[in-house]
């Protein structure tokens, strides 16, 4: 079984390894990582970037990509690279998950699949011990699918 720490602990691992590493806690990797554990779903580092101006801290896209880089070394985040799409980011804390992307329009769904998740739980792998897994299913959403079906109408008047 794969346990999810709390945002308290995780905040709590980001904050020891800046003081093993003698890193400072600069008010931006502070802003960063308060915003980043604040996030339920995915983010992209655009959206980061929006959500901290929205905030009021205006933190250079440099600073913004090492902080999610430390974030993902210390496993706080995890980065979800789709096919065709941006990298996207979430919260290793998260319940385990699937996801459903539309090929068209690039809209990812969240789905919990219990039957999936306890076969899951019953796999023991030789010489490898999971952490995680993601399951990416791709295809097209239902709203892709009814434009997909109306555009012929539109061609022909
Ligand atoms: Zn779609
Ligand atoms: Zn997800």
């Not at 970037?49 to 990509?65: C, E, N, P, R, W």
């Not at 319940?95 to 306890?118: M, Q, W, Y």
């Amino acid at each position: 079984m794969i346990k999810a720490e709390n945002n308290a602990s995780l905040l709590k691992r980001f904050n020891s390894y800046l003081d093993e590493q003698h890193m400072r806690h600069t008010p931006e990797r502070d802003a960063i990582v308060r915003r980043v554990l604040n996030i339920t779903g995915h983010f992209t580092i655009e959206q980061l970037k929006q959500m901290l101006d929205d905030d009021g801290f205006y933190v250079s896209k440099a600073t913004i990509y090492n902080t999610v880089d430390l974030l993902m070394t210390l496993g706080i985040l995890r980065r979800h690279c789709f096919e065709g799409l941006q990298a996207q980011y979430e919260k290793s804390n998260v319940p385990i998950h699937s996801h459903l992307i539309c090929t068209k329009c690039g809209k990812v769904k969240e789905v919990r699949d219990n039957n999936f998740i306890a076969f899951m739980n019953t796999r023991k792998f030789t010489a490898f011990t999971q952490d995680y897994y993601s399951l990416c299913v791709y295809g097209v959403c239902n709203s892709c699918a009814r434009k997909q079906k109306k555009k012929p109408k539109q061609l022909t008047p």
